[in-house]
Structures are given as C-alpha cells and as structure tokens.
C-alpha cells in the first residue's frame, strides 16, 4: 500500500480562500442516492443491487462482481451528494464509499486534534452531505464576513 | 538507478528554450545533502560555476527543494526551500560587480509534499520566459502555459483566480505578486495567499524570470527503504508530539506567544532596533490576538501544531480584512519596530505586504529605516514623497508599502533595501542601518545577546534569525532544513525521531553525529559559495547600533554589547569552524574532512 497521498484518502481535504478546510468524504446517506442509480436488477434472493447497504453494519458495498462499471453511482454522488465517489480510473468502478474501517475508523484514531469523532449522525444536520463547496461557502459567510 | 527514499528526479525546466528535462540525482549527493536546503545548495553550486554571476540573469537557477521526508504523513513534513542566488544581498567589497550571498527560503504549507506527490525530488527553474508565464505540473504532464492575463494581480485575488482557472482546487500554488514582478529586491514568494518564502529575494528571481506561479498536483507516492520500520517509528513519533510539552502552547498562540516573552526579554526589534522592549505589546500581543481578531488555527500538511492563526478585523476603517497573523516575525517588524500598536491596523499592514508578495521582515525594517531618519531630520517630506512616516502612523506606512511594491519614486530606491538607502542618505546613517551583506535583519535584537549577535553575523543569506547561536545549532539547522519536516515541530520528533526516520526512509544509518555532520556539510559548502563571491571576515558584522546605543527603556534597560566581545567570539567561532580567523577561508582540511573536495579546488585562489 501507498504512504500518504491524500489524493488516494477517502477523506479528501479541500482548502479554500479565506482559509475554512473542508475534509470531504462519504457520509453513507440514508437515503443513498447512488444505490438508487445502481441501474444492476436487485438479486432474486438477497434482494441487493451491486451496490448496496449491509443492513449489519450499515456501511454501503459493492459487489464487483455484479458491478457494470457504469459510473452512475459516482454521478449521483456528485450531482445529489458530496462526491466522494471516485470512479477507478481503469474498471470505472466506485471506490472511496467509506466502510467504517470495520467499526474503528482511522481517520478519527489518528486526527491530532480530537475534531472528528465517530457518532451516528441524523439526517438534519447543517452541514449533512453538503458538498465541499456549499459547506466552505456557509463557513466563510459565517467567520470572515458577517462583519462587512 | 533507484536511490531508496528518492526519486532521483529533479524536474528541470529552462523557460528560454520552453525545454522541459529530467536531471538525474546520484546517491552520493542524496546522502552527501539530504535534500531540501542542503541538496538545493548542491545543485545551485554545480549550476553556478563561476562567481559574480547577475542574480537577475536568465543562468540563475530558481530551486523549489522539499526533503525526502516530504510526501511522508510525518509531523510537520510540510516545508519546502527555495534556493537561489540572492539579489538583495552584497559584500563590502568584491571584484565581482554582481556579488552576492546564496539563499534559501523555507516555507510550509502543502507544495513540498506535492512536488513529491507529482513524483519530483525538486524543481528547477532557469532562463527567461518571454512573455508572462505560469509553469503547470500534473504528474508527467509539464507544461509553460501563458499567464499574461493574470500579471500584474496581487496574490490574494491571483490564489483564487488561479484555481477557478484550472478547475481543480487539489492544484497546489506558489505565485509572486507585483513586488516579484516589479522586481524588488526582498520580494517573497507566497502560497495560500498568506504562507511566504519571504528572505532573500527569491520572488524577485521569479519575477526576473517572467514566472508567476507553479501549479503542481501529483498523484504518485515515494517509497522507503525499510516499510516496518518506517511504520513502527512513525507510530512512535506520533505518541511522543501528543507528549511534546509546548505542543498546546503553539497551537494556541503560534509564534505570536513570543510578542510579549521577547518584548519582556528585551529581545525584541522596537523603533528600528533602537529597543528592545514594546511598551504597548499588550495590544498586540498573543492574548489580545486571540481574543480581538482570530477566528480558526490551521495546519500545514500533517502538522499537529497548526500555528497559522486566522484572523479578520471586527471593526474600524478596516473591519472585513482577514489574514493570518500577527505572527512574531510580522507582529514585531510591521508593529513594534515601527511603534504600531492598533492591532487591527497593524494586520491590514501585513495582509497588504503578503497581497503584493513582499518579505515582511525586510518591508518592516526597511519602513523602520526611514522612519529614524525622517525623525532625525537625515530625510524630508519630499525625499519621502510626502509621505509623512512617522512612528505608529498605519496610513503613512500603507502608502509606502505601495510606493515600495510598484517602485514608485522613492520606493524605487526603498525596493533595495536598507543597505541602497543608507549609503543614498549618507551621513551616519550607517550607524542604524539594521543590515548584514546587505539583508535586513529580523525580529531579535542583539543588544542583549552576544550569541544572537553571532548569528546573524555568521549566516550565509545574510542576517538570518534562524541561522543558529552555536556552531553545533548552525549545523543541525542546516540539517534540519534539508528534511523537510519543520523547525518549529524539531521537539515533538523525541531524541533519535529524526535520525530513525532517515534511516528508514533511506536504507543508510543516520545518527546525531552523522546528522550534524551533514548539517556542517552543508554549512561549509555555502560559505565556499560566499567566500568565492568575495565575502570575508568584514562582512560578518553587524551595525554600530548594538554596541554603542544601550536600550534605555524596560526590564534590560542600558544593556548593549562590547566590541571586543563580539571580536572574541567571532575569533573563536572561525577557530572552531576550521576557517582562517582573518579572512574566513575554510581550511582545505576541513573541506576534506567533509568530502568537499570540489568546492576547495574553486577556493583555494
């Protein structure tokens, strides 16, 4: 495995101007717009597209197997959500959809500074699966210029 | 041949034949200079072949160096150096009209782990665009892409247009503004319109060189030597910064903690170094920072410490302005040493210095400069444009920021720094004239540190804070600075951190003794750089100020330095360094002893 490009990370930091850092990265809908763009027939038996919620964890998978490749759920990803769905660039197929680190995410064992921790979360919050852009936008509206 | 912890690649670029090449490092080198500051250095004196070469000529080579600990999710592995040969700096006396010092200038950040990123160990840039130019980098793609639109802008609005043009805000950026481009001598190059490689001059090369900005974005990976090993000592180090006992002190205050310590110490540049305690420091200081005008603490790549201190101006004729700071450097030389004390007009001086891209630790001394001599009648209100620059008056020092950025009247001479101005203005001005070589002394006063004196008078870019108050700190300094880990963060790293890292990265062993020893490599292979050029011993001085004007006000009050001290210890220092003590020539044993055999056969006359 690499060390240390953040540009292959599933948490993705964008910097803007006036200085707000957004980390950017799958927030696992509930509602999952990019399952609902997954164009493969639900399985007979389980009742799953390629892509998918285990219903256990709740982390959103993909069957590559099964997967066409197609890219629809990175669009709708993008185009509904934050984008952190980033096609492989050779099989086309999503990768990035956050999986929990199997219930221990290393992004917050690792954040030297105690800002992310791993709660379940509503589907009301300010920022909720905003994109990188909209969050930086309210944040500098917020810090840098409501004095002007 | 792969050289482990390297690419072996440094990416050259030549803007006058528009040629893009591969230059190839060896391992002797990469172990010989490490990286950054010390391997830049290596590759600035094998382009530099013969002294006395115009700073300002397409044949300088402008070095863009991050460490082979760049592109590590180490602590603090953020920084990278810029080297070049600099256009400020001069000796007394050389037969070389263009003589000058090296520099290099560090900055954090996120471009040095980029350029690795990109699969780079460095970036050369030699020639002279035609016409204005923006250098793109995205892995194997290189290109010189057409900036003339965007000339002429000032940084903050250049940092934004710039990714709106490309489209991709994971580019890195580093850009001049109408200082590099107007050519002033102490012109910095930026990066996130607030982070600078501000000493030396090296946006005045830049701009010299038609360049505007480089645009970089990678999506490689270096590799090390021993995997495990890296893992098992980066967890370690990872424990010891959450340990680091001034690890919440910096994140809180940054370097702005010392405005109030130093100013207590006496330590601190006050009305042109005229004193070195700030009455007013309180308004100024840390805690008033924090509590009127900071709003988020940011970190450079993979830094806990986060000392960037975000701010914007609540209220007043410049309520809206937001940048970061006032740090020690800019807190000191933009505020106490030009007596300013209105922290909300003291950060709209540092937003504008860092917006046209100018070194603030020059701009501040310089402005300081001219302040004294307004005051003791050397200058009048028409030699100064009408500029009415009195102490602690924020218009007055705005307006000549300006005239210093676009080399408007006086600022034409004023954009030569102190040295041009003292010997324009004449008299016994030299007397306050705060150079060394020609750059402006930084932050620390000297009168009362013989030590303090020492480093400054014994840089290589000419006065430099950082350059160490001992042989033994010069040398892990310029060690240090090869990394690219950070300065500031070299106590969180533990005893060995640094050295079991290398050794990690690069399959060789490193160990303190080794590490210093490099450091000292490096050290000497600079002053061979220097000494070539022509300086000797009566350039390592400092002016009259420190040792015949005691501070007269606070906690140090009537301290000051004896010549003969200075004398002593300098006698001692070239002693210890191996160098003769009349002329500072390195001696050929100790450039052997270091494996720079090559720099004693330029040397030795």
């Not at chain 1, 006036?18 to 717009?33: F, K, Y």
């Not at chain 2, 950026?173 to 012109?187: F, Q, S």
């Amino acid at each position: 495995m690499g060390l240390g490009n953040p540009n292959f990370s599933n948490v993705i930091v964008y910097s803007f101007n006036p200085p707000v850092d957004i980390p950017n990265r799958c927030v696992l809908c509930g509602d999952a717009p990019c399952i609902e763009a997954c164009p493969v027939s639900p399985d007979p038996v389980t009742g799953r597209k390629a892509l998918y919620r285990d219903e256990k964890t709740g982390v959103i998978k993909n069957d590559k197997e099964r997967c066409l490749g197609c890219g629809s759920c990175a669009m709708a990803c993008k185009q509904k959500r934050v984008g952190a769905i980033i096609p492989n660039p050779e099989t086309n197929k999503p990768e990035r959809i956050c999986n929990l680190c199997e219930g221990d995410p290393a992004c917050v064992k690792y954040c030297p500074f105690g800002a992310l921790s791993y709660i379940k979360g509503g589907l009301d919050g300010r920022h909720y699966a905003l994109p990188p852009e909209k969050i930086a936008y309210q944040l500098i509206k917020l810090w840098y210029y409501h004095r002007k | 041949m792969t050289i482990l912890g390297y690419y072996g690649k440094i990416l050259e670029v030549d803007l006058t034949k528009e040629k893009i090449s591969i230059l190839s490092l060896s391992e002797e080198d990469t172990y010989k200079f490490i990286g950054g500051r010390g391997l830049g250095v290596k590759i600035l004196w094998d382009k530099v072949k013969k002294p006395g070469l115009d700073p300002l000529s397409p044949e300088n080579p402008l070095i863009f160096m991050p460490g082979p600990f760049s592109g590590f999710p180490i602590p603090s592995a953020s920084r990278v150096c810029i080297i070049t040969k600099s256009p400020l700096t001069s000796p007394i006396k050389s037969k070389y009209k263009f003589a000058s010092t090296l520099t290099y200038s560090n900055m954090g950040g996120f471009l040095g782990p980029e350029i690795r990123f990109a699969g780079y160990d460095g970036i050369v840039i030699i020639g002279k665009a035609v016409s204005p130019v923006y250098l793109y980098i995205n892995d194997d793609k290189v290109e010189i892409r057409d900036a003339k639109k965007f000339w002429g802008m000032k940084t903050n609005e250049f940092d934004k247009a710039i990714i709106d043009e490309l489209g991709d805000r994971r580019f890195k950026t580093c850009y001049i503004g109408p200082a590099g481009e107007n050519l002033v001598r102490y012109a910095s190059i930026l990066h996130t319109s607030a982070r600078g490689a501000g000493r030396g001059g090296v946006g005045c090369v830049m701009g010299s060189k038609k360049l505007k900005a480089i645009v970089i974005k990678g999506s490689k990976m270096p590799e090390v030597a021993d995997h495990e090993r890296f893992i098992n000592v980066l967890e370690e180090i990872r424990k010891s910064f959450k340990n680091y006992s001034r690890l919440q002190r910096w994140r809180r205050y940054g370097t702005a903690a010392a405005l109030i310590s130093s100013s207590d110490a006496g330590s601190q540049a006050v009305k042109n170094y005229r004193e070195g305690t700030f009455l007013e420091v309180d308004k100024i200081g840390g805690i008033a920072a924090e509590q009127k005008l900071w709003i988020r603490d940011y970190a450079c790549y993979c830094c806990p410490l986060a000392c960037h201190k975000a701010g914007v101006v609540r209220s007043g004729p410049y309520a809206g302005i937001h940048h970061d700071g006032p740090e020690y450097e800019t807190g000191t030389m933009l505020g106490a040493n030009l007596l300013v004390s209105d922290l909300y007009g003291l950060m709209k001086e540092i937003a504008e210095v860092d917006d046209y891209g100018l070194d603030q630790i020059s701009t501040g001394n310089v402005i300081g400069f001219l302040m004294e001599a307004y005051e003791k009648g050397y200058i009048d209100l028409k030699f100064l444009d009408g500029i009415d620059l009195k102490w602690g008056n924020v218009e007055a020092i705005l307006a000549f920021i300006k005239k210093i950025a676009y080399r408007e009247g006086v600022g034409d001479l004023a954009s030569k720094g102190v040295k041009a101005l003292s010997s324009k203005i004449g008299k016994d001005s030299y007397k306050f004239a705060i150079h060394c070589k020609g750059q402006e002394l930084a932050a620390w006063n000297v009168h009362v540190s013989l030590t303090q004196a020492l480093c400054y008078a014994t840089s290589n870019r000419g006065a430099c804070h950082l350059n160490g108050h001992s042989i033994r700190s010069q040398n892990f300094a310029a060690a240090t600075d090869s990394t690219g880990h950070c300065r500031f963060a070299t106590g969180g790293f533990g005893k060995n951190g640094i050295f079991e890292l290398l050794s990690s990265i690069t399959g060789h062993d490193w160990n303190r003794k080794i590490f210093e020893k490099t450091g000292e490599r490096i050290f000497n292979l600079e002053k061979c750089f220097n000494y070539r050029e022509g300086f000797r011993r009566e350039d390592d001085v400092l002016p009259p100020r420190f040792f015949e004007e005691p501070l007269t006000i606070g906690p140090k009050k009537g301290a000051v330095l004896k010549y003969e001290d200075f004398e002593k210890i300098m006698d001692n220092y070239y002693k210890e360094r191996g160098w003769n003590m009349k002329t500072t020539k390195p001696s050929k044993e100790k450039l052997y002893e270091l494996g720079l055999e090559f720099a004693w056969n330029e040397i030795k006359g």
